[in-house]
């Protein structure tokens, strides 16, 4: 049986893929974004999908079954190595810290482009299954639902969410160094992507092409309440996704190297 690094031996392989991500090209770095943002909208029409179908048969049981489709999108994503905002929040900012600088421009380089190129790659992909007939009234139905949903939670509800979601996705890339198999990677991406369709956790690319499939599929949401929800849930990302996990292993490396110093 395999003995699970420890804490020194996960940020080392952090800041390797850290470094990795950092140094892409733009062109590079823009294209392993779109693709994510594609990537992921398999993972909201399977849940939109078998949300409708089991709802019908099972009600209670829908968000469940959702939940477990949804997961599939994220194993897509992580086996494939492309680059989702928030998720490349760990690895940077540990090669960051390695190397003693901020690397500020580097790193909002980075979340930047993956941001917009999240949701480029994303919204065109959700306008080919907004043409007539490609999904089923049920599934455009839930899609629907999903969006109004998420526009009318209150502001600290959303940010609460926020938060959570962003650790959550950040706690991902932590467990992704300490793993060494493609089975256990595509094990942590399921369950967390589970999870994150199960629970309160709002990751903010995912949230916005929620919204923009319900917009799509008829959806009565306003540009205001579009761009608040927008800032609350990112704000959220990075309090949880940054602060929460990320700098708390930052300290934990830290505080490691001054036991052994």
Request: net charge negative; aromatic share 12%; charged share 15%.
């Amino acid at each position: 049986m395999s003995v699970a690094p420890d804490p020194a031996e996960i940020f080392k392989r952090a800041v390797k893929e850290g470094e990795r991500r950092l140094d892409q090209s733009l062109l590079e770095l823009a294209s392993t974004s779109f693709i994510a943002g594609f990537t992921v909208v398999f993972g909201i029409v399977a849940l939109g999908y078998v949300h409708a179908a089991v709802g019908r048969q099972f009600g209670p049981l829908a968000e469940l079954a959702g939940a477990l489709a949804f997961g599939v999108g994220v194993v897509f994503l992580i086996v494939g190595r492309t680059e989702l905002f928030t998720e490349n929040f760990f690895d940077p900012t540990a090669k960051a810290v390695e190397a003693d600088s901020w690397m500020l421009s580097s790193l909002l380089r980075l979340w930047t482009v993956t941001f917009a190129f999240n949701l480029l790659g994303g919204g065109l992909f959700a306008l080919v299954f907004a043409v007539e007939g490609t999904l089923s009234a049920h599934t455009t139905e839930a899609l629907r639902a999903f969006a109004v949903e998420f526009v009318r939670r209150e502001p600290t509800a959303e940010f609460a969410n926020g938060v959570a979601g962003g650790a959550l996705v950040a706690l991902l890339s932590f467990l992704l160094a300490a793993v060494d198999s493609v089975r256990s990677r595509i094990t942590m991406a399921y369950i967390v992507g589970f999870l994150l369709a199960l629970g309160p956790f709002d990751h903010v690319v995912v949230t916005m092409l929620h919204v923009f499939f319900g917009v799509l599929f008829g959806a009565e949401i306003g540009v205001v309440s579009f761009a608040v929800m927008t800032a609350i849930v990112t704000a959220g990302n990075f309090v949880g996704g940054l602060g929460l996990v990320t700098f708390t292993h930052v300290t934990q490396f830290r505080g490691a190297r001054e036991s052994d110093s």
